[in-house]
């Protein structure tokens, strides 16, 4: 046989099994999920998810980062697991994405744990993947975090969120950034806490670790707080930094007094934080259409 023969019958017997497979393919069948989690679906799952009109895609990015001698290292990751599958699952129409776990933070020896990124590395990467849920067939991407840098009005959050909007809005896909849960739930919680007469804080705190303490309960969650190091968590005041004004005080990784950390107090933050995203995200989301 020629090999102009022999080339053709090879391309021939390949796109009919090419066909065969897409057609075969196209035959695979599966329910809805009752995750809201991607990580826990199947590919036919998270395809009749899309169908159902679950088109929300929630980045929801953590951080690998020192929070005190108290908390785990992942904190702000399983805080974002968290938080992400909450928000799913109070919108409806939301599945939660793989939490980002690398934040704007630098090593310190010090205080060791913290494995980060710079703000414009982590902008590059939340557009790649943001780009691929859209692809996936998402149509609306939520950015959200739960570690600061880039956060907030003009942060790359923000300019990232509007620079994927300007370009997908067109073809029907809405990009939004949604601070509530870093920004005004938190700003809110600090009111309540302050009202209390409690230490205010904003790294491995009391807000942080009662977060930590109430989410460690839910089913598969244990031992993120080391309850036997409570007495040894009372680090920098608020607004003291870390300079000459620091000196008098410990160098612990925290800024805050998490001694007084609860289980009922973390309830009320983390659901303060999942009903301000809610919120805002449907807000946000009609007023798109």
Partial sequence: MRFAQTVGLVAALATGLMGASVAYAAEIKAAV???????????????????????????????TEQRGPQNIIAGHNYIGREMSKHIAEKLGNAIAMPVMPFSPTNADPENPGNIGLSVDILGEVMEYVSEQAIANGFKNVVLMGDSGGGQGPDGMYDKLAKKLEAKWAPKGVHVIYVSAPYISAREAYAKIIAAKGLP???????????EMMYLETLPGNSNWVRKDQLPNTEGTPLGKGRGADAANYPHIGITGDARMASVELGKLRHEMKVNGAVKDIQAMLAAKK
Wanted: charged share 20%; glycine share 14%; proline share 5%.
């Fill in 200 to 210: 205010n804080g904003s790294h491995g705190g009391l807000e942080d670790t009662s």
């Fill in 33 to 63: 999920p009752k995750t809201v989690d991607i990580q826990e679906m199947t590919w036919p799952e998270l395809k009749a998810a899309l169908a159902a009109g679950k088109t929300t895609a929630l980045f929801y990015t953590g951080g």
